[in-house]
Each structure stands twice: as structure tokens, then as C-alpha cells.
């Protein structure tokens, strides 16, 4: 039992020395690649892990000027991962036929690999427990 303690306590304190991971990108076309194969070790500071999204058209020019993803992911501190979460708020609609910008912010180790790339992956889901509802009620 005691042995158990011991390398509970040595997990524990390893953990807190190493820090926080997270995933980090700059301006990557999509949430793939680099985006989700490059981690960094925060520094002691850092306590969260941001993942900001932005959907608008490329600097090149490209054909009906297309929107496209572009992700960026690294290490933040809460407080200002939050600042800039309230900052893009009137910005992050995820329409698909405007520009907006919207960031994540999230505690734990490697917990930015997925971001919400649009609102279009919320509506499935709830029309699913929109008829699940239905149907237990009647």
C-alpha cells in the first residue's frame, strides 16, 4: 500500500515539474498536419492551452475568393485567453458567408487537438435530442 503512495505522490509532482502541453500551429489551413502533430511544454506561466480559428479568404487570390480555415494553437495563460475570448466575441459567429474569428480556451495537457471549425456540427446533434425528447414524451 505504501508503495502505491509513494508513486502516486512521484506521478503527481512529476506532472506539476513538467507542466502543461499543448498543441501549436501557426496559420495552418485546417485543424490537420502540424496543428495536431506538434507539442510544446508551457512554461511555468502558461496554464491553458488557446486555439484561435479564423475562416475568411486567403491573402492570394483564389477563384470566387473562397473562405478558407486558418488555425493557430499554442500556450496562454487563462487570463489572457479569456480577455481574448471575450474579445472575439461579437466576432466568432461561424457563418459560413462572412469572416469571423473565434478562440478556444481550455485546461489540460494536449486538450486543444480539436477545435469547432463551424456552428453546422451543433445542429445534427441537436436535432437528435430533439427527437429523442419527442419521442420519450409521447
Not at 502533430?37 to 473562397?66: G, N, Q, Y
Not at 479569456?82 to 459567429?93: F, I, K
Request: net charge negative.
Amino acid at each position: 500500500m505504501s508503495i502505491v503512495l509513494i508513486l502516486l505522490v512521484v506521478l503527481i509532482s512529476f506532472h506539476s515539474i513538467n507542466g502543461l502541453e499543448c498543441y501549436v500551429c501557426e496559420q495552418q489551413e485546417g485543424n490537420n498536419d502540424k496543428c495536431i502533430k506538434t507539442v510544446r511544454m508551457c512554461d511555468r506561466k502558461e496554464d491553458t492551452c488557446a486555439s484561435l480559428i479564423l475562416w475568411t479568404t486567403p491573402h492570394e487570390w483564389t477563384p470566387r475568393a473562397e473562405r478558407r480555415y486558418y488555425i493557430s494553437k499554442g500556450c496562454d495563460t487563462r487570463d489572457s485567453c479569456t480577455q481574448l475570448l471575450y474579445g472575439l466575441a461579437t466576432v466568432c459567429t461561424r457563418n459560413w458567408y462572412e469572416d469571423w474569428a473565434c478562440v478556444e480556451c481550455c485546461q489540460g495537457d494536449r486538450c486543444n487537438r480539436y477545435v469547432v471549425l463551424s456552428s453546422s456540427n451543433i445542429c445534427p446533434s441537436l436535432f437528435i435530442i430533439t427527437i429523442t425528447l419527442f419521442l420519450t414524451i409521447f
